[in-house]
């Protein structure tokens, strides 16, 4: 009987953590976006069922912000998966320095989002940051650039700060899925007469899809969730807005908790959705011996 | 059984690091308390808390401020000795300050006694109902005329500590240049003037103003309007077209025709634009008070001797005019200690630790009386053209701060930047500005 | 032995690693230039690359004993250090507790679980971040860096668990099996047999743990308001005041807030390789 019971108990103190500080929380942050709370009319708040989602729904600058974060999502993934498997097939040549890189590789890890944000803004900073510096000097440029005022400019540029501090953590993964792939399967690869570039595309690829299921996943909701490195760089303007700097906006910044929550909720849902699809679709095993 | 030694032995190094860390964290911190009390800095209990005074609860307060409104801890210990309240200072920045006094409302508690109240919150903190009215005397507001801006309905909300409003800056020697000994007092000329500066090559962006989707924006087309064009907003709260079209109008222009503004402030905070003149990359400017400090301070400036204070231009009838963005204290609707906040925002904001802050933060009086003695001592340098400004402060807002001033905010600096960047014409931003305060007004 | 090293492929390599160090790197240099340049010089519209006139005032300040902004400074790194260790001690053994019985015992509900585990990780801070303010502030928990503590586990619980998890998975079945038939219970089987085995991805997840914990700045921010519990990565925010931008000392702030975490993670690669290979090539 006993052991019948030793995985429950096991999971025990994590499903308590869980249930007391992340589902309790959202379930009352779903009751809120149920409501009409604005915190400037105490008064007057009072339940309206789902009419805080079909607000929200209407609203033009919903859509916006919504395609502002897909467009951030897809760059970062993108930007993500492609550098990060370039720089594990840099690290996995075999070199004198491949210890040194490999804590290279790891240091933008290090980085909280807000100090990330704040160096790149003085990067890309629209008078004297380094890009216009780099560009004047070798004379690419006269004058400087504003780099964080047009909206694709913003946006794309956000996406590369974001994919910068997910690359280590990508890159790794890859790496070490690369370095278990027994040998023999390229052997019988090469005496078959596969060139590198179909090795890598047929043989090596494949075997890294279900590692990169997790990395993928964890980079995704990393990018729909990005915020403090947005405001870093281009405050609260409407150019760059995305979903989750409109949520902010509408709850710390209008007071109106009701409709934040409510968006925070659609948030959490897209994020989930896109993880379950990843997971189903990616994770494949590949058995090729 | 190797794999397994080494496995123990990393465990206890940790365990080991671990408990050094902590132990090492919690000495220091001690250590630290105690130096702090000796260097005279912030720390928690002083020799003169622990003598006598009333209860410990009834006597134990905190207060939650920004980085610049500190009082030293010298400070705080004569408030403890006189009155025997404790204080707790909460360092927290500005903006998460608003944040954390929504939260907390959320639950029905406060997350100080003491909070500070910047006056653009005191439309919603008024209707949220979430500080303590305070009484004041007649002769009390007549010295404290920024109290003004604190109040909702009929309650003073708050106190003003900091007594922020729109001022000029100009630097002399680039008017000197183009044989300009007075900077001009009216609109017209000064941009004739900075044209001049920028087609001789003095300067290649003389006009310094904030275009960023940030709050300052806002309140610079508040004052353009006020003291170029007149009222930014009719009695009834809607918007006034022809004063703010026409100053949008003039924005655009100074931007892409005349190009006397640098592009980069489409992006930059407003700190960074206010910077621009104190490193000579401007040639004038209208910025906060607080800048009087700066300008030949030669820790922030580096054209020491060269910029000078004005008044705002005008517009030939209109001599002046400028809003107030004061910063005040107030007591949470939730302090459990109410008498206590009460006594300490009454002491913060007398007149002697006033001038006490001015000498030790740099924050401008709101008291006249500390004003005035500030300047006669000599202590204020320049302080003379401030006070003068002071007389032509209106607030632009017929029956105080709206409560929905953060989403109309919001949409007028979205505007704004959003002309700048060509993406509308100035009659579109008016049209958005429009139409969002007529929503708001509802 | 998979590649003949040419010269061509020489000067790639070295080209690559040029471009790639640039690329990891670069930021943090320049963030460091800035770290030296004086203010006044910091705002001027110039186009050089170095300051003319290079100083260390802002690492002075942040490492003196005198200066505030030096005791805010060491104040952060101190909390953020207990928080790490803190989470670490706490964390480390609730992950692998869950992961264990997910991946070697079999019970009912543990798909159900796994997916509710992945669900998990998409919840953004601000979903749950004002009930649990509200709740804490009840509790009387605000500054409490436990309570912070179990908060952080809270977000990288599921990360944490799913690599130990992938990890678990690859280990032989056979392991336990020998443990069981001497009559070992599963929890003492959990301890000592497969403990040793995965000692790899334990110090993955520490490194990844550390990390995750020292990078917090929303939960700390409205849950640790005070000087004793603040965080690294909130004191350097707040070096920025409505006032004046000293990103001087923001950015030497920065610099050395990396440091700790670099440490960690340059000590910790190896196994950081060694334990995710084991979980990396199967579900």
Known sequence: ?????????????????????????????????????????????????????????????????LSNSAVILVSVVLFTAVVGMLIALLLNVDTKIKGVLMAVAIIPWSLPPIVNGVMWRWIFHPSYGLMNRVLINLYVISEPVQWLSERWSVILIVALVVAWRCIPFCSIVILSAMQSIPTQVYESACIDGSNNFQTFKRITLPLLMPSLGIVLTSTSITAINVFDEIVSLSGYGDVSKTLMLQAYLKTFSFLDYGLGSAMTYIIMVVAGVLGLIYIRNVYKEVDYI | MRKMTRRVVS?????????????????????????????????????????????????????????????????????????????????????????????????????????????????????????????????????????????????????????????????????????????????????????????DGICEYPLSFTLSATEAATTSLIWMTMSRYGDFFNSDFSVNKDNVIASLTSIDKIVKEDKLIDPASQNMKDVEVYEKITTGAASFMVGPTYFIGRINNPEYSSVVGQLSPLLIPGNGTTKTATFALPEGIGISKYSENKGAALKFVQWYTSPDIQVQLYKDQGSIPTRTEALQELIDDGIMVDGQVMVDQSQYIVSPFPGGIPSWYAEMSNTIYNSVNQMVTGSLTPEQAYEKISAKVNELNQ | MRKKKTILFGTLYSLAVLVFVLFALGPILWSFIMSITPQTELVGNTTRLMPVSPTFDNYRKLLSNVDQQGELFRNGMLNSLKAAVVSLIIGIPISVLCAYPMSRLKFRGSGFVRNILLFTMAIPVFATIIPLYRMYANMDLLDNLVALIMVYITSFLPLSVWLLISYFDTLPKELEEAAYVDGCSQFRTMLSIIMPVSYPIIFADTLIVFLTTWNQFQIPLILAPSKMTKPIAVVVSEFVTKSSVDYGLMNAGGILAIIPPAIIAIIFRKFLMKGIVGGATKG
């Not at chain 1, 708040?45 to 912000?65: E, R, S, V």
């Not at chain 2, 005191?122 to 500080?131: K, M, Q």
């Open chain 1, 1 to 65: 009987m006993k052991r019948k019971l030793t995985p429950y108990i096991m999971l025990a103190p994590g499903t308590i953590l869980m249930l007391v500080l992340v589902f309790y929380p959202i379930l009352r942050t779903f009751l809120y976006s149920l409501q009409r709370m604005k915190l400037t009319e105490p008064g007057n708040t009072k339940f309206i069922g789902l009419q805080n989602y079909i607000m929200i729904f209407k609203d033009p600058d919903f859509w916006y912000a």
């Open chain 2, 11 to 199: 465990l206890c190094c940790c365990i080991a690091m671990a408990a050094s860390v902590t132990a090492c964290g919690g000495g220091t911190k001690t250590e630290q308390t105690q130096q702090d009390t000796t260097a005279g800095k912030q720390g928690e209990k002083t020799d003169a808390e622990k003598t006598g005074g009333p209860s410990v609860e009834d006597g134990e307060i905190t207060v939650m401020v920004p980085p610049w409104a500190e009082p030293s801890q010298e400070l705080l210990n004569s408030f403890t000795a006189d009155t025997g309240i404790k204080v707790t200072m909460n360092i927290v920045g500005w903006d998460d300050i608003r944040n954390k006094v929504s939260i907390a409302a959320v639950g029905k508690k406060a997350p100080a006694d003491v909070i500070e109240v910047d006056w653009s919150w005191v439309g919603e903190f008024g209707a949220a109902d979430w500080f303590e009215p305070i009484n004041l005397t007649e002769d009390e507001k007549a010295d404290m005329p920024t109290v003004s801006s604190f109040q909702y309905g009929d309650n003073i909300i708050a106190l003003p500590y900091a007594n922020d409003f729109r001022l000029g800056y100009f630097n002399q020697e680039h008017f000197k240049k183009i044989g300009m000994d007075q900077a001009p007092e009216n609109w017209d000329d000064m941009i004739k003037a900075c044209k001049k500066i920028k087609a």
